[in-house]
């Protein structure tokens, strides 16, 4: 297998080459959004309650979020398309145990085995690609790749609701098997061997980050479960130790994973800061609104599968719209008024209950699918807006790794609160009270959060833009 050092010119990639990004995102998107209309039966199968298949879903969002950094270097050590075939068999077997779980912890143990392959999928396609094409020609190429990124979670909830229906669970996992070996197929056929063997990694710190991580989720897990409260108190203790650790290990190494200094460009530590908090909340949604349609309405898994898919599909929509209302409003207004839209929306899920028109939540999702279009959209702009070049690769990487961990503490996060409710004697008989209180919770967290935003500058992204120089002046 021929080892290359850098991208070279005289290398035609295949026109075929972003497929394989496609099919990596394609695969991963539509496991996670199946998953979530599929918890209350996978609950019955497993003997567990629907209120406690959060772990399922964390188990692989963290071991994305702690995975995530070695990509770039294991591409480097062994091969991007050796990473990229073992990566996609480690996502396989991780999905085909899965299927053959019998109770909650195998299932949680099969996911974060799927988490080690689906961390390295996305990332090494992406730099595989970045490194066979001329720029020029990257953006074209990205855009026709990221399209699964888009149509999965639109198919997933509706495909995940026949599933149910008409197979068994099962069937959501081993559906990544036939995908996954076209993938490998297309992989050995047409996809580059980029490596650089040199390459630096800083060990010490990724240790540091992943313990900080691992311990800070595993506290809100422990809670959630009302299993031990004193160990949770204790990991939350360890990741904050953790992280001060990294901080420290970081301003002393000049190689750090993530650099001291890209907390020093404002709009980075304003969007990341922001990114976070903001995206608990709405991440708290993809677990949240399937165990209300089926658990609280007492819908079935197709229909809860189809009120769930205008979420995805008016993300889709709304992707037109992104730029020309930041080049009229601006970055700081956008993402400050948008938060607080999405925080009124969150709260007004407590109108909605069993009797109310299905039609009604398909257009209220469809309002809120746009909105978090938009949101997703200019927070992730802004912030790498003012990061120098030589920021952009640990900057982009902090910033997806920040996104798992948000979807981690998001669901961590809306699972405490729901079981806190459903356990108090008097919401007991009554779990769609439950639902609307934890929503209303969430919501006005997401409204505050809007604060972070406020923060920005009124030209903050303007380099992003193409406003003319009325409209910044006015924006001043």
């Given amino acids: 297998m021929q080892k290359i050092m850098a991208a070279d010119n005289t290398i035609k990639p295949s026109p075929f080459l972003p497929i394989l990004l496609a099919i990596a995102i394609f695969m991963q998107q539509l496991d996670a959004t199946i998953l979530n209309t599929a918890l209350p039966a996978m609950a019955v199968d497993l ?30 050590k062994l091969g991007s398309r050796k990473l990229f075939m073992g990566s996609m068999v480690m996502f396989m077997i991780g999905s085909v145990l899965c299927a053959a779980s019998s109770n909650l912890g195998l299932l949680v143990i099969a996911r974060v085995i799927q988490g080690l392959g689906g961390a390295m999928l996305t990332p090494v396609a992406r730099l595989t690609m970045m490194q066979a094409y001329d720029r020029s020609k990257l953006i074209t190429v990205m855009n026709y790749a990221i399209m699964p990124a888009l149509i999965g979670p639109v198919l997933g909830p509706i495909i995940g609701g026949y599933l149910i229906v008409y197979t068994s669970w099962h069937w959501i996992f081993l559906l990544n098997v036939p995908i996954g070996l076209i993938g490998l197929l297309t992989t050995w056929q047409i996809m ?21 991580a691992f311990c800070m989720t595993l506290t809100f897990e422990t809670i959630s479960h009302f299993s031990n409260v004193l160990f949770g108190l204790i990991m939350a203790v360890a990741g904050i130790g953790a992280l001060i650790a990294y901080l420290f290990h970081a301003r002393q190494n000049s190689r750090a994973l993530y650099p001291p200094h890209l907390i020093l460009v404002r709009t980075f530590r304003v969007g990341l800061a922001g990114n976070m908090v903001s995206r608990l909340g709405m991440s708290s949604l993809p677990l949240l609104l399937p165990l209300l349609f089926q658990v609280a309405f007492h819908y079935d898994a197709i229909t809860s599968g189809w009120l769930l898919m205008p979420l995805a599909l008016a993300s889709i929509i709304a992707k037109p719209f992104s730029k020309p209302l930041m080049n009229r409003f601006g970055y700081r207004r956008i993402l400050t008024y948008n938060t607080r839209l999405i925080g009124v929306l969150i709260m007004s899920l407590v109108l909605f209950n069993a009797q109310s028109p299905q039609w009604l939540i398909l257009i209220f999702l469809s309002i809120l699918g746009a909105c978090n279009s938009l949101q997703f959209t200019s927070m992730n702009t802004i912030t790498m807006a003012d990061l120098r070049a030589n920021q952009v690769s640990s900057g982009n990487s902090l910033i997806a790794v920040n ?3 948000a979807l981690s503490f998001g669901i961590a996060i809306g699972a405490l609160l729901l079981q806190i409710f459903n356990r108090m004697n008097y ?28 923060r920005l500058h009124p030209n903050d992204g303007d380099n992003l833009l193409f406003r003319t120089k009325e409209k910044v002046l006015q924006s001043k």
Avoid: K, R
């Avoid at 003997?47 to 591409?75: C, D, E, K, R, W």
């Avoid at 580059?192 to 900080?212: E, I, K, M, Q, R």
């Avoid at 919401?427 to 406020?454: D, K, M, P, Q, R």
């Fill in 403 to 405: 996104q798992q961990l």
């Fill in 47 to 76: 003997g567990q309650s629907p209120l406690n298949m959060q772990s399922a879903i964390i188990a692989y969002a963290v071991t994305l979020a702690i995975m995530m950094p070695l990509s770039g270097f294991l591409a480097d």
């Fill in 427 to 454: 919401f007991a008989h009554n779990i769609t009270t439950s639902f609307h209180i934890t929503f209303l919770i969430l919501g006005v967290f997401t409204f505050l959060s809007s604060w972070i935003f406020a």
């Fill in 192 to 212: 580059p061997n980029f490596s650089n063997p040199n390459d630096h990694f800083d060990g010490v710190g990724f240790f540091l980050f992943a313990a900080s």
